[in-house]
């Protein structure tokens, strides 16, 4: 199984674990059905499951059926990731969306501080970015 095959399983997995958080039955389907619909091997979901897992996204208990977690999306504890990648790995779509520009001049610290002339023009911009 190619590597690209795996995500898309994954984004799948974690698409159906989304859509199960916070609902009266939280229950994934059994990892056979899974692979049966994802058409790929049971032993990769069980690893794609274990890896949503450290994600965040999916629960599992001793003999019991994979759930979805239900938790907030989080950043993975060991990793220092980007906004946009981690809304991108998430299933997200970030942008960014500019609230204010402004041109003026430069403070005496801030033409230190950038090599500029004091007084040279500066763009100043505002944003903030959303999913």
């Known amino acids: 199984m ?5 995500e ?3 984004d799948a997995l974690r698409g159906i674990a989304r859509s199960l ?3 009266n039955d939280d229950r994934l389907p059994p990892e056979r059905i899974l692979a049966q619909r994802l058409g790929v091997s049971r032993g990769l979901v069980r690893r794609l499951l ?5 994600e965040g996204l999916v629960v ?3 003999q019991s059926a994979w759930r979805a977690s239900g938790r907030s999306i989080s950043e993975p504890s060991q990793t220092l990731v980007s906004f946009t990648e981690m809304a991108t790995m998430y299933g997200y779509a970030p942008h960014t969306e500019v609230l204010s520009t402004t041109t003026r001049l430069a403070s005496a610290d801030e ?3 950038l090599r500029l002339q004091e007084l040279d023009p500066v763009f100043e911009l505002d944003r903030k970015s959303v999913v």
Do not use: D, G, H, Y
Request: overall charge positive; aromatic content about 0%.
């Open 2 to 6: 190619n590597n690209e095959a795996s």
């Open 60 to 62: 599992s208990k001793p």
């Open 21 to 23: 958080a916070n609902t």
């Open 50 to 54: 274990q890896r949503l897992a450290e």
């Open 111 to 113: 033409s230190r501080q």
């Open 8 to 10: 898309v399983a994954a």
